[in-house]
């Protein structure tokens, strides 16, 4: 019997029988090996296809680095170098700040933020303009302190009342302005016989100022002279004395100086020499007076002693001379200089 050796790709010798007898036990030895082959050969592909699909541990890395950037956290990131060795902990980098306000510049601060807490009015003067703050929802807003409805006698608008309209009420003629435009947008709602009287026409319109909120400066710009009456517009501020007047002339407002020839000031010798007057008492006074002049003239009449009747009304004008200059404080020899 002939023995003939054969190879198989894998490199392993089989060796094959010409005889008879033995050719089909060889035969199923080759198909087993050949069968082997086949599976290590489908193992070894399988192993590269995971590992090409696999994420590499820098790919790993670098998906934890941006995770960790967009949430602004510091992430320390271990991997293992070519060596073996840990590589060096990766820091995310700090998130950007926030984008500065940009506030022209001809406005002005006039409050800090935290200054005008929801609910509150704050009346400030600036430019020779009186400007009142305060939160109308989540908005500041910023108008002229009077109400141009009032005229001279205004009590402001540091206790109206805002509508839902966004708009705010005269606590006087209830006239209600626009916050956003100033207008009028009704006039003496409650009273329209002063509406037929006073036309609208004769009323200007509420002065509205811009804001500009920076919250990273805790601050409050206004723009004062961009106001919606123009920049050269300064609505009238009362405070007594001449102001007292629409046109700041009232000179009945203001109590003039008194002065004597030489020069002094007749307020200070009066106040140094005199008390002041009580009003009841000069009522009790003059009643007194009065009672007394009657009854001594009808008593010197009933008598026709005409005599007495004379010497009563000289003795009552001496002693009213008298009071006067006491309680006046003039001293009569400074009269009779002159003389």
Known sequence: MTNTAAFTSSGSRVFVSTSKTVASSKRTIVRSSLQQHKQQQQKSSSSVALSSSSPSKNQFITQKKK??????????????????????????????????????????????????????????????????????RDTICAIESR??????????????????????????????????????????????????????????????????????????????KDGSLGPGFVSQSFKGG?????????????EPRMYTEDGQVLEDASSSGSAKLDPGTVAVSIAGVAALAVGGTATCLYF????????????????AAKVALDVTGVDISELTKGD
């Open 147 to 224: 109400s141009p409805s009032e005229g001279a006698y205004s009590e402001g608008f540091e206790r109206a009342r805002l509508t839902q309209d966004a708009c705010i009420e005269c606590p006087t003629t209830k006239t209600t302005f626009d916050l956003k435009t100033g207008e009028i947008k009704a006039w003496y709602p409650d009273n329209p016989v002063l509406a037929k009287l006073t036309p609208q026409e004769t009323c200007r319109n509420m002065e509205v100022f811009p804001v500009v909120v920076a919250k990273e400066e805790d601050a409050i710009y206004v723009g004062v």
């Open 304 to 319: 026709e002693n005409y005599v007495l009747l004379g010497i009563f009304w000289i003795a009552g004008f001496a002693a």
């Open 67 to 136: 995770r960790a950037a967009s949430t602004g956290k510091t992430v320390v990131v271990r991997a293992e170098g070519g060596d073996g060795q840990e590589a060096a902990p990766a820091t995310a980098a700090p998130a950007a700040s926030p984008p500065k306000t940009q506030v022209p510049e001809s406005y002005i601060k006039l409050l800090s933020f935290s200054d005008l807490p929801r609910g509150d009015r704050k009346k400030i003067d600036a430019l020779g303009k009186s400007i009142l703050l305060f939160w109308y």
């Open 242 to 254: 001449s102001d007292s007047s629409l046109e700041n002339n009232n000179v009945f407002g203001i």
